[in-house]
């Protein structure tokens, strides 16, 4: 069974369609980076994705005992994000909110934040202001943060915007070790060239259509090919290029 499958799925807002008759599956373990232009609905998809906007008509459906309120998000980074007036640790233990509210943390929930700050390389910044981080830290503990949330599926939006390039390839690093963990991730992103190069499957959102499938099939595709100025990183295909020359 899927980690998650959209049929015939419409979604959009009063009076308007922004995406049409999507079909698709995400299987568990997958790494999908969602591509597109800007207003072609990537966001739209990730709204109907985190239960945050009904679809018009057709089904987002979850298993393999996936619940809605079980996916760690990481939004795009805000100015209020990062001005944020709080300890590192507080800020990715607010992410173990999603599942229970309390008034205090329990045991069970600072271990969590705990373990997912190790595995993030910030436990050593628990203390810290988070607003005194580097922007690559920051990320880091939101990234911590959205894992307090799940065991399955990180939804990241853009993840990597604003990072220089030493702390985004970090980041990226970061999100495939996680990946070979056994978490399932659906990442917006416009660097397509990163996006062939880490995931296994493609989402191309283009107006009325959209192309899914492996970072290889995109990269064949009429609509890959458009967009795309790199070779294909594949074995196969780098071994023929090298007949070829
Ligand atoms: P992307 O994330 O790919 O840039 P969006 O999903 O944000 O695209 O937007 C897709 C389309 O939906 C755009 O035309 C945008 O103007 C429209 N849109 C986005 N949010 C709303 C909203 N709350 N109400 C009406 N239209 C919206």
Do not use: W
Not at 226 to 232: E, P, Q
């Amino acid at each position: 069974m899927a980690l998650i499958e959209i049929k015939n799925a419409y979604m959009g807002y009063e009076g308007k369609t922004v995406l049409s008759d999507i079909n698709l599956k995400i299987d568990e373990g997958d790494y999908v980076c969602i591509v597109g232009e800007n207003g072609s609905g990537k966001t739209t998809l990730m709204k109907c994705l985190l239960g945050l906007l009904p679809v018009q008509s057709g089904s987002v459906t979850f298993g393999c005992g996936l619940k809605q309120n079980e996916i760690g998000y990481l939004p795009q980074q805000t100015l209020l994000q990062k001005d944020f007036p709080a300890s590192v640790s507080e800020v990715v233990l607010s992410g173990c909110l999603n599942k229970k509210h309390t008034l205090f943390y329990s045991k069970e929930q600072k271990e969590t934040a705990a373990k997912n700050m190790e595995l993030t390389g910030i436990y050593t910044l628990r203390k810290r202001c988070f607003r005194e981080l580097s922007g690559g830290q920051k990320q880091r503990a939101l990234l911590a943060r959205a894992l307090c949330a799940t065991h399955k599926l990180l939804i990241l939006d853009e993840p990597v915007t604003g990072l220089d390039p030493k702390a985004a390839t970090e980041m990226y690093a970061l999100i495939k070790k996680l990946n070979k963990n056994g978490i399932t991730i659906i990442m917006v992103s416009h660097d397509i060239t990163a996006s062939v190069n880490n995931a296994s499957k493609i989402l191309h959102l283009s107006g009325k259509t959209y192309f899914y499938g492996t970072a290889h099939q995109y990269l064949h595709s009429d609509v890959g090919k458009k967009f795309m100025i790199t070779d294909c990183p594949c074995d196969d295909c780098r071994h023929r290029s090298a007949e070829v020359k």
